[in-house]
């Protein structure tokens, strides 16, 4: 109803209902939240995604991983220690040697909305490439970790590290298994993922 109408009680006609579904073609696009678009974006990459409201939801979760993969007694590839100690409960046989490891246990520097990838750097993988891990990983981001894309992650990167910027930044955004690989995902590094996603917000 339009101003006029409302002021001189005018009626509406039919022709004055526009449904807000028909928006026009040359409208610019509704903008879903980050957290929205990084869900959607990164399911579509291939991703497993567990949101996680506290840290019981968190280790509940990882042990579901581990019992689904039969990964319980499985040599993990861990190079944050403070991993290791957030998740000492675990008890994993924890190794520093890629050949010996099943999967890799980690966490990301930011969670990239846009096109759904995980940020990383050499705080996360030393100087290895990404080919060199495991193709098993299992990634712990919160929820304040999600940028909107990769300018604003290493944006961020080199605000938290301004006496040392980390080097290998790389994303990893393909977590597809290699039947699933297309033509696109050629020459990357595809991972099998699962990422737990604790609300910290």
Same mark, same amino acid.
């Given at each position: 109803?339009?101003?006029?109408?409302k &002021?001189?009680?005018?009626?509406? !006609? @039919?022709e004055d209902?526009?449904k807000?579904?028909?928006?026009g073609? =040359?409208?610019?696009e509704i903008?879903?939240p &980050?957290?929205? #678009?990084?869900?959607?974006?990164?399911?579509?990459?291939?991703g497993?995604?567990?949101y996680?409201?506290?840290?019981q939801?968190?280790n509940?979760?990882?042990?579901?991983?581990?019992? *689904?993969?039969s990964?319980?007694?499985?040599?993990?590839?861990?190079? $944050?220690?403070?991993?290791?100690?957030?998740?000492?409960?675990? $008890?994993?046989?924890?190794?520093?040697?890629?050949? *010996?490891?099943?999967?890799?246990l980690? !966490?990301?520097?930011?969670?990239?909305? $846009? $096109?759904?990838?995980l940020?990383?750097?050499?705080?996360?993988?030393?100087?290895?490439?990404?080919?060199?891990?495991p193709s098993?990983?299992i990634i712990?981001?919160?929820?304040? #970790?999600?940028? #909107?894309n990769i300018?604003?992650?290493?944006r961020?990167?080199?605000?938290?590290?301004? *006496?040392?910027? @980390?080097?290998?930044?790389?994303?990893?955004?393909?977590?597809k298994?290699v039947?699933?690989?297309?033509?696109?995902? =050629?020459g990357?590094?595809s991972?099998?993922? =699962?990422?737990?996603?604790? *609300?910290?917000?």
């Open positions: 109803m339009s101003l006029f109408r &002021i001189f009680g005018l009626k509406d !006609t @039919p209902h526009i807000s579904e028909e928006r073609k =040359y409208m610019p903008k879903l &980050i957290d929205e #678009q990084f869900t959607i974006n990164f399911k579509a990459n291939g497993k995604f567990l996680c409201e506290n840290m939801e968190v509940s979760s990882l042990k579901n991983i581990l019992t *689904e993969n990964w319980g007694d499985k040599k993990v590839l861990l190079l $944050d220690k403070r991993l290791e100690a957030l998740f000492k409960d675990f $008890d994993f046989k924890v190794t520093n040697t890629v050949s *010996e490891s099943t999967f890799f980690s !966490t990301c520097e930011y969670l990239i909305s $846009d $096109d759904g990838s940020l990383i750097s050499s705080n996360q993988i030393a100087e290895k490439k990404l080919k060199e891990l098993n990983f712990y981001a919160t929820t304040s #970790q999600f940028v #909107q300018g604003e992650g290493l961020g990167i080199k605000g938290k590290n301004r *006496e040392k910027i @980390p080097t290998n930044i790389t994303t990893i955004k393909h977590f298994t039947e699933d690989k297309d033509f696109l995902t =050629y990357s590094s991972k099998n993922l =699962y990422l737990l996603l604790l *609300e910290d917000l």
